[in-house]
């Protein structure tokens, strides 16, 4: 990109360390107005603090906007209804939060006139992946400016130096630089002390949730309702998507629920080691497969399973506006169709597990299950059908014999 040309960047800013440089690094770079962005997604900062840090770093305009209900509807949602989960354990909460805010940059860029976007991924991450499939999926003219990859930088260390010989206050610190990125579905911690995969993480840092040795001796029993694979209500109290979520997470925080530590394949190549607390999302995960279990069709439940890898990994990858996504999404949510009812989950030092559920959808026939006398399964009819399934079987262990 030729520098002299660029004249106005719309930078994602979250006012912690990297992007405060940044914003300060673009306009040193570039001679060019920056326009900060900060998305409200939940993650419980003063964003009046963060507005006005931008603006005394440098920024000719902020844009800071609550999008936690849209998150919620729109994003979470739509991925727990998939039961969205990488390589068996992450829950995607930095994932799913990327295309939301490079979206509304995008909107921004076109509004403001603006000749590039930027963020503040490093060039060894998912992130940068995210933001940018996003970015050309909406906007393919768009110029992307992308600092860690460019600038001489190659540690936070030596962003901290810098920050101070410009006055820019940050919270990391050399002795402690690990990151984290917070919203209202998770908190996620990398980097620094947490990148030797054998010790364990320091229980201080965690957020949301209370240590499951400290949580209480009394386990909380929760009930969830659900209407075509959203929830709708806690304890029969209807709330819209962002209130039920921070409502489950303050009770899954309570009872240390939702802690996970992996290592990680990231999509660049590497493995990496990620700490996550997703207190609401686990509960609401754990207690949408327990009604599906009640409400879906055998055969339509298996198929939908065989998507959930690729599912996840399309998310994971940051492909949230590829047409391969889109297409499963309709397919994923088509057998939500039924899943409606109640679920009942027991909170207890770290565990949610389901203790009940219920539905006017349930495929669930007491008549038929039942290892009391009845008289609707006529249980000598399961004799032609384990031949019938054997027969395959039989005439390969014949051959074998025959063989011998």
Not at 234 to 251: C, I, Q, Y
Not at 373 to 386: L, P, T
Request: hydrophobic share 35%.
């Amino acid at each position: 990109m030729n520098r002299q040309t660029v004249k106005k960047v719309v930078l994602a800013y979250s006012g912690g360390l990297d992007t405060s440089v940044i914003l300060k690094w673009l306009q040193e770079t570039y001679d060019c107005k920056v326009v900060a962005f900060c998305a409200d997604l939940g993650q419980g900062e003063d964003l009046k603090a963060v507005k006005a840090k931008a603006l005394a770093v440098g920024a000719c305009k902020v844009y800071v906007e609550d999008l936690r209900e849209v998150f919620i509807k729109d994003h979470v949602f739509p991925m727990l209804r998939g039961n969205a989960v990488y390589e068996g354990t992450y829950l995607l909460g930095t994932s799913i939060a990327r295309p939301l805010i490079a979206k509304r940059q995008i909107e921004l860029a076109q509004q403001e006139g603006a000749d590039a976007v930027s963020h503040g991924s490093t060039g060894k991450g998912n992130d940068q992946v995210r933001f940018e499939l996003t970015y050309l999926a909406l906007d393919p003219r768009v110029r992307i400016i992308a600092p860690w990859r460019d600038w001489s930088f190659r540690s936070r260390r030596e962003l901290i130096e810098y920050a101070s010989s410009h006055g820019i206050p940050v919270t990391a610190t050399k002795a402690k630089p690990y990151s984290t990125d917070p919203n209202l579905f998770h908190i996620s911690y990398e980097g620094g002390i947490l990148e030797d995969p054998w010790k364990a993480p320091p229980d201080e840092i965690f957020q949301m949730t209370v240590s499951p040795e400290k949580a209480p001796d009394k386990p909380r029993l929760v009930e969830i309702d659900y209407d075509r694979g959203d929830p709708v209500a806690v304890d029969g109290k209807k709330m819209s998507p962002a209130t039920l979520l921070a409502h489950l997470n303050r009770l899954g925080g309570a009872h240390g629920i939702g802690r996970v530590d992996l290592v990680e394949n990231r999509y660049v190549g590497m493995k990496s080691r990620g700490v996550y607390e997703t207190p609401g999302g686990t509960i609401l995960h754990v207690a949408h497969r327990g009604l599906e279990s009640l409400t879906m069709d055998r055969e339509v439940l298996h198929l939908r399973d065989s998507l959930i890898p690729r599912y996840a990994e399309l998310i994971y990858y940051g492909y949230w506006y590829a047409p391969e996504r889109e297409l499963l999404q309709k397919t994923l949510d088509e057998a939500q169709q039924d899943v409606t009812g109640t679920v009942r989950v027991k909170l207890y030092k770290g565990s949610c597990t389901v203790v009940g559920r219920r539905s006017e959808r349930s495929l669930y026939r007491l008549d038929l299950a039942t290892f009391e006398e009845d008289e609707v399964y006529r249980q000598k009819d399961a004799e032609g059908f384990i031949r019938l399934n054997a027969l395959r079987l039989a005439i390969r262990a014949q051959r074998r014999s025959k063989k011998q």
